[in-house]
């Protein structure tokens, strides 16, 4: 009797001991979840890796069933089965480390590794197992078998500081764990045992000897069948090892992590702490720009609606560069819905504006230009003329309150010429618009945010800041007419060296002091280029290496809507902007035959008369003999005209 009171009273110690014990480990341990590896990663539009972190969470309905079994069998048989412990491995365990006096065998459940590998560390000790026991007998009491399985697949160590099967795919293999074959699996699976002696890159030998050994204890199993097994070794020896590059440019990870930050609300701390942001990045157009585009260039592509299709550089979104004649198409533009045409007449002769004499690039004067000869060779002195016609706060206004382009306006008409500064983000706001007809869309580069452990943060929606409006015509009719002369620029203009065979397309070069510009698209993308340095040009220096990416990308249509330019010839010439013409000068000029007097006498019988007689009153002062001349040919224009 005695006995057996002494042996109810061991077992009731013992147990009140083992559930204090139990108690004193596990009562102020923080929930698992809280102990899981930082998570995040960037992924261009097609889901392709872009950038991962130490650790890329997977859903465990995203795990193939495949890799469940070959990972079961590898490691934990009767994981579904047990309540978080192998008692039979525990005590076959127990047995090696005291008959050899050394902690050596595991003898681990899935359910106890994870209690290691999130509560304890790695260094063996028998007290170390005892409290592995007792967080696993916890762990199987507060989370379900599933949310267990789960942690375990996001939480193992892999190699080269890398946590989780997720990241381990995408680092050793390129490619998501869906996407992995069943070799690639058993690889993956054989890692853990040991992971730097089991890497793929620094022992590949080894990495294959242990994938091996992993499909032998998925036959054992019944996880694989006999020739399942026999194709997985032969595939196994064939597998070649070759380390993906996950490099992203910290320009491009900045504009990422700003706009997410500007959309969701979150610090860059909780964005890396379990996020997947996914961007509207073109993976081919993004490697092409990392080889084609260099220290001295940025590159922006964008679709008609503003998704950021390709994005390479510095000052892309918020850096100050002069456009240089980029910013001519969107006066023409304002031009043509007030009423211009086309075959209209600009006036090419010498101007001096406070001390300002703009030149043509030629360092010639035609006399006149058309308005579509004047954009399609970029020709300043019929542009500065265009722009004075409807002044400086009229366009202004159109550009800040239409357009929404931002930057630094200069309070002169220097700014017809391109003397704004502002960055490639912001003048793409209105060619998108030219592409798709009138509306103006924020660019943006992100498709969607969602929590790695489930729920969209995030998806696009075509952001609308902005309306071309109409006037005296329509705002669409004025975009095709723009859109028909900025195909000319392609086709015979400034931008020639930009042409790509077999495609419609619209262009404009863009000069200024320090920077070159290239601007192309059709009504889908637009890409803008610029160059920066001394004495480039957009035509020259640009285009050829916009064309140069554009053609090796592949995906660009050349499918373009346009009208054809025709109509008008009216001379476009007030009395307001008569007094910027250097008459001295013109005077000149024409005595030296420096100005074809019959493409003067042309302009001049298509104005209006009242500017037409001051016109000729201001030359007389120079030249009377000349100015005589040109009133007598004008007379018998005008007379044949009426």
Do not use: C
Not at 17 to 34: A, D, M, N, Q, R
Not at 320 to 333: T, V, W
Not at 338 to 353: A, E, H, Q, S, Y
Request: hydrophobic share 40%; no cysteine; glycine share 8%.
């Amino acid at each position: 009797m005695r006995r057996i009171i002494l042996t109810i009273l061991g077992a009731v110690f013992s147990f009140s001991f083992i559930l204090w014990y139990y108690h004193g480990v596990t009562s102020k341990l923080p929930p698992p979840e809280s102990k899981l590896p930082p998570s995040a990663r960037i992924l261009y539009s097609d889901g392709t890796p872009m950038y991962i972190s130490r650790s890329v969470w997977v859903d465990l309905r995203e795990v193939p069933q495949d890799f469940i079994r070959i990972l079961l069998a590898s490691e934990d048989r009767d994981f579904f089965k047990h309540a978080g412990v192998d008692i039979k491995g525990i005590l076959r365990a127990f047995f090696v480390d005291l008959t050899t006096g050394k902690v050596v065998q595991g003898g681990s459940t899935i359910t106890q590794q994870l209690a290691r590998s999130l509560y304890l560390g790695f260094k063996k000790s028998i007290e170390r197992k005892i409290r592995e026991i007792f967080i696993a007998f916890w762990l199987e009491r507060i989370r379900s078998k599933e949310e267990i399985l789960e942690m375990y697949l996001n939480s193992a160590y892999v190699g080269n500081g890398l946590y989780g099967f997720g990241a381990a795919s995408l680092y050793y293999f390129g490619k998501p764990l869906q996407k992995l074959s069943i070799a690639e699996m058993m690889v993956l699976v054989g890692i853990i045992k040991s992971p730097e002696n089991f890497n793929p890159y620094k022992q590949p030998d080894l990495a294959k000897r242990k994938a091996r050994n992993v499909a032998k204890a998925a036959l054992n199993a019944g996880a694989l069948n006999e020739s399942e097994y026999r194709k997985v070794l032969k595939d196994i020896e064939d597998l070649k090892f070759k380390k993906p590059n996950f490099f992203i440019d910290e320009e491009v990870f900045w504009r990422i992590i700003e706009e997410a930050k500007e959309i969701s609300g979150l610090s860059i701390e909780e964005l890396r702490s379990g996020y997947e942001i996914i961007t509207t990045l073109d993976p081919d157009l993004q490697r092409i720009l990392e080889k084609k585009i260099g220290d001295k260039m940025a590159f922006l592509a964008v679709d008609s609606v503003g998704r950021i299709l390709g994005y390479k550089g510095k000052g892309v979104r918020f850096g100050r560069r002069q456009i240089g004649s980029a910013i001519k198409p969107i006066y023409y533009l304002y031009s043509f819905l007030n009423g211009v045409k086309p075959m209209d007449l600009l006036p090419d002769i010498p101007i001096d504006i406070a001390g300002w004499k703009p030149e043509n690039f030629t360092k010639t004067f035609k006399g006149y230009s058309t308005v579509l000869n004047a954009l399609v060779w970029s020709r300043n002195v019929p542009s500065v003329f265009l722009f004075s016609e409807f002044g400086y706060d009229r366009i202004a206004n159109f550009m800040k309150k239409f357009l929404r382009i931002n930057g630094y306006y200069p309070k002169d008409l220097t700014i017809s010429l391109g003397t704004l500064e502002t960055s490639p983000e912001e003048i793409a706001k209105f060619y998108i618009a030219v592409a798709n007809g009138g509306t103006v869309f924020k660019p943006t580069i992100i498709k969607s945010i969602r929590r790695v452990s489930g729920g969209l943060v995030y998806t696009f929606i075509p952001r609308v800041i902005g309306e071309i409006p109409s006037y005296e015509i329509s705002s669409g009719r004025a975009i095709l007419m723009l859109k028909g002369i900025l195909r000319e620029v392609v086709r015979r203009g400034t931008g020639r060296k930009a042409k790509i065979r077999g495609k419609e397309m619209f262009g404009k070069t863009g000069t200024a002091e320090r920077n070159a510009w290239f601007i192309g698209g059709d009504d889908s993308v637009i890409m803008i280029m610029v160059r920066d340095g001394k004495n480039l040009l957009g035509g020259e220096d640009v285009a050829p290496i916009w064309r140069d990416v554009v053609s090796n990308w592949g995906k660009f249509k050349g499918k373009l809507s346009y009208i054809k330019p025709s109509g008008g010839g009216k001379s476009i010439l007030t009395l307001k902007n008569l007094k910027y013409i250097d008459f001295e000068r013109l005077s000149k000029l024409l005595r030296y035959g420096r100005i074809p007097k019959d493409r003067l006498e042309r302009f001049l019988s298509n104005l209006d008369e009242k500017v037409y007689r001051n016109f000729l009153k201001n030359l007389s002062e120079f030249v009377p003999d000349i100015s005589e001349d040109l009133e007598k040919v004008v007379e018998g224009l005008r007379e044949w005209k009426r």
